[in-house]
């Protein structure tokens, strides 16, 4: 089993940042991919980030170029910076692991976090 505890959520204007971070227990993280997916009220969940074991990353079109996603792999630990919020980032941000390839589906995720609101106002 996996336990994932997601931080650093909040309000925030437009145009600031926000770090989120999440902690990771339970099974190794060797060979693991860890993406971060965001759903808004109304609204399917989406795809953000991933990263792999080694460092290789993945981002949605929406948020390529503003957020940068990073894990520490001696804490455990993967990261989201988001710079340039925007209001149509507000979502819950959830950090998602699986073991295997890379992926951008939700449902290939295997564990997942209890979710951390962000509010971005205008």
């Known amino acids: 089993q996996v336990q994932l505890v997601e931080s650093g959520g909040g309000l925030v204007q437009a145009g600031g940042s926000l770090r989120l971070s999440c902690a990771a227990s339970?099974?190794?993280?060797?060979?693991?991919?860890m993406g971060w997916f965001r759903q808004a009220p109304g609204k399917e969940r989406e795809f953000v980030a991933a990263i792999t074991w080694n460092g290789d990353t993945i981002y949605a079109d929406s948020v390529k170029g503003r957020f940068t996603i990073s894990r520490d792999n001696a804490k455990n630990t993967e990261y989201l910076q988001m710079n340039s919020l925007k209001p149509e980032d507000t979502a819950v941000y959830y950090c998602a692991v699986r073991y295997g390839s890379t992926s951008v589906a939700h449902y290939e995720y295997e564990y997942w976090g209890q979710g951390t609101q962000v509010t971005v106002s205008s």
């Open positions: 339970g099974r190794p993280f060797s060979r693991s991919v």
